[in-house]
């Protein structure tokens, strides 16, 4: 994957489809596994910080994959991510210690928590 925090990237949202990337968490390597019908894939989910001038900051879940029919090149999904719980909260660790979250947001998820495991 070639985007790269600063650049721009075009997901449809709110009517705006230009944003500016502000950060990236992800993992420290693609998810690798076997596929009868792929070959072998490779799947790299991120969580993205967007930002425009006219709506402000969003989280985008983009992810790119590779298997042996896209001759190993890695392409952007085109559905919504599919991600174990172990792999978001890697996701969600890296995006935490990366700033790409509000204070107010790990505040108001913090209390979440608190009362859920309670």
Do not use: C, N
């Not at 950060?23 to 989910?45: H, N, R, T, W």
């Not at 792999?87 to 790990?106: M, N, P, Q, T």
């Amino acid at each position: 994957m070639k985007t790269a925090v600063g650049s721009t990237v075009h997901p449809w949202y709110k009517g705006t489809h230009e944003w500016r990337v502000r950060g990236i968490a992800q993992l420290k390597q693609p998810i690798e596994y076997p596929d009868p019908e792929q070959g072998k894939v490779s799947y790299d989910p991120k969580i993205m910080l967007l930002e425009a001038e006219s709506i402000g900051k969003v989280l985008w879940f983009p992810y790119w994959m590779a298997t042996d029919k896209t001759k190993g090149r890695m392409k952007w999904g085109q559905r919504p991510p599919v991600l174990e719980e172990r792999v978001f909260l890697k996701l969600v660790k890296d995006a935490i210690k990366k700033g790409l979250f509000s204070a107010r947001f790990l505040q108001d998820l913090y209390r979440e928590l608190q009362l859920v495991l309670k």
